[in-house]
């Protein structure tokens, strides 16, 4: 039996390391303050979920529910939910090894782009948790794509738009393949690949139905898509309009047509796959470097094919990333810092401050809130600092976590009344809260100053009220 488990390590030894390595390089985000805002707003629709709150109905956010289910299993508690991602991230690796055909350094710089912080790896985002599902998908298909096939990759292609609704632009790749290859079932192929991709996401229209939400999950996953698409906008000459970057897809998919002759059919999918994994990347125009997770695997993929490849991928991508203004962490002063407060060169204060000058003050209210009121009250914040729910073990009195969503619904009228009418025990403003209207009389009339923290006023609900 031993040496069974030895020759199987040995075996596996290469994929073993880089999967070790995975592991390694993840656990200093295990130990990270409570201080990215989609995380907060993550956590606490996880919590509340597992309170009973109807998610889009009771409690909103613009997303698929997938991630906040998570967020739910994780109990709202940020080490859970970065401990979900790194075993989710082991087996991403895992089935890229397999669909790379067990390439050691292809692998491996996929787990370095997926794991460091240069592209937001180590933050529990959707792209990080959809990819094991796509490379699934993408596999599958190109080692077998016979109708049954095609409908169980959909599936697959299904479950990730459940994480992030661009995801499942990428079940589009393969029907474009097949017409480039002139495949005589191209259209069956499409049809259940296409019907697959549909059915997750129709069951969980059905369940939401079920549950009296379905208005509400329609408008949260795709209705507000529609606005998404157009509210940022790139001052950019073809790439920065929609319209601009289809024509691009469709040229990029014309000349893997011309090429087809010249290159192996690998090399045109994972192009087509590149092609239209960064079309949907790039979506909304948005400069988040996480967006660019999603083109990962086709991207090494085809880089490690030839210099040719990497040198004219590498071309468009400084021409994407310059027009888009995309921005980037330093890896290495990531890991400095941390190991410089594990090494007791650094105070943990100082540590929690590098992620974010806000962290101490959050830390601070969250301290105030917890010590003034129980388990089961609800409690406000106006402002985009959700990690404060997160971090008080609290729900929110409103069915929004941040301002911008209040504003983005054009709910002020909404929020202030369901204020007035729970009256959460704290109310934690920034500014003097004239843009949510209604909301400064309510807190002259029913709170009490309680504590300043940095720029944020803490209110608590006069005793009598209780």
């Known amino acids: 039996m031993v040496s069974k488990i030895k020759a199987w390590i040995l075996l596996h030894e290469a994929i073993l390391i880089i999967l070790a390595g995975v592991v390694f390089l993840r656990v200093p985000s295990l130990f990270e303050p409570y201080w990215y805002g989609d995380e907060g707003i993550y956590l606490t629709i996880g919590r509340a979920m597992r309170n009973g709150v109807e998610l889009y109905k009771g409690i909103h956010d613009n997303k698929p529910p997938l991630i906040y289910t998570l967020a739910a299993v994780a109990d709202g508690k940020q080490f859970w939910f970065k401990f979900i991602l790194m075993l989710w991230s082991v087996a991403t690796v895992a089935v890229f090894w397999n669909i790379s055909r ?13 794991t460091l912080p ?34 169980l990759a959909g599936i697959l292609y299904g479950m990730a738009t459940l994480f992030k609704a661009p995801a499942g632009l990428e079940a589009g790749g393969w029907p474009l393949v097949w017409l480039i290859y002139k495949d005589k079932d191209w259209w069956k192929k499409s049809f259940w690949l296409g019907i697959g991709t549909v059915l997750p996401v129709g069951l969980m229209a059905v369940y939401f139905l079920g549950r009296g939400t379905l208005p509400e999950f329609l408008t949260a ?3 507000k898509l529609i606005p998404y698409l157009s509210t940022w906008r790139v001052d950019v000459p073809i790439l920065g309009t929609l319209f601009g970057r289809i024509m ?30 960064l079309f949907a990347a790039l979506l909304s125009g948005r400069p988040y470097p996480h967006y660019l997770l999603q083109t990962a695997p086709a991207m090494v993929l085809l ?3 030839s210099w040719i490849w990497l040198a004219g ?7 994407v990333i310059v027009s888009f203004k995309f921005y980037g962490y330093h890896d290495w002063a990531y890991y400095q810092n941390f190991l410089a407060w594990v090494g007791g060169r650094k105070s943990h204060e100082a540590y929690m401050q590098w992620f974010n000058p806000q962290v101490k003050n959050n830390y601070e209210i969250a301290r105030i809130i917890k010590a ?12 985009d600092e959700p990690m404060i729910y997160a971090l008080s073990r609290r729900l929110p009195a409103s069915k929004y976590t941040v301002k911008y969503h209040v504003k983005e619904f054009a709910a002020q009228a909404e929020t202030i009344e369901k204020l007035a009418e729970t009256l959460p025990r704290y109310i934690v403003v920034w500014g003097n809260g004239e843009d949510l209207p209604g909301l400064t009389n309510l807190v002259r009339r029913e709170y009490m100053p309680e504590a300043r923290v940095g720029e944020a006023e803490v209110y608590r609900l006069f005793d009598h009220r209780l």
């Not at 388990?375 to 402002?383: L, N």
Request: aromatic share 14%; charged share 15%.
């Open 248 to 277: 691009l897809l469709l040229g990029w998919v014309g000349l893997m047509f011309q090429l087809k002759g010249k290159l192996s059919k690998i090399t045109v999918a994972a192009a087509v796959w590149w092609g239209v994994a």
């Open 313 to 319: 991928v590498g071309a468009i991508l400084t021409i």
């Open 221 to 223: 996953t795709g209705v």
């Open 372 to 383: 003034g009121s129980g388990e089961g009250e609800r409690i406000f914040v106006w402002g």
């Open 303 to 305: 880089v490690t094919q």
């Open 118 to 151: 240069l592209l937001e790896g180590t933050i529990a985002n959707a792209e990080l948790f959809f990819l094991v599902l796509t490379i699934g998908a993408w596999g599958m298909l190109w080692k077998k794509n016979e109708l049954k096939t095609c409908f």
């Open 102 to 114: 067990y390439r050691v350094w292809p692998t491996a710089i996929f787990a370095l782009l997926t």
